[in-house]
């Protein structure tokens, strides 16, 4: 894990007090294009509103990186939140590959 994204972790687990403070850091964490950053996106997904929101649209642009923390997730969580997410993490991710395969 780089130090950029170490520190991006830090501040999403201890500085964000509220919706918007996440929202700015998992689109930090995101502009990382660090692989690293799908574990720290993928504990954000027992969330709700924005915070998950925007963890999802951060973990459907690392594509085919986070499918295996999504199965991971979805395969081993007991939180209905966290599941419903993987999947629609998985099915956004598919669908981008399916679009792409078929241009």
């Known amino acids: 894990m780089s130090p ?19 929202v700015v850091v998992i689109r930090e964490i995101a502009r990382t294009g660090d692989v690293d950053a799908v574990r720290i996106l993928g504990r954000l997904l027992d969330s709700t509103g924005p915070i998950a929101h925007e963890a999802m649209e951060a973990l459907v642009g690392f594509g085919e990186a986070a499918v295996p923390e999504m199965v ?3 395969d081993r969580s007991m939180d209905s939140d966290v599941i419903r997410h993987a999947k629609k993490v998985l099915a956004r991710i598919e669908a981008r590959t399916a679009q792409r395969v078929a241009a």
Do not use: A, P, V
């Not at 687990?13 to 919706?19: A, D, N």
């Open 4 to 22: 950029t994204l170490k520190t991006l972790r830090n501040r999403l687990e201890y500085r964000c007090l509220g919706s918007e403070d996440y």
């Open 72 to 74: 991971r997730r979805r």
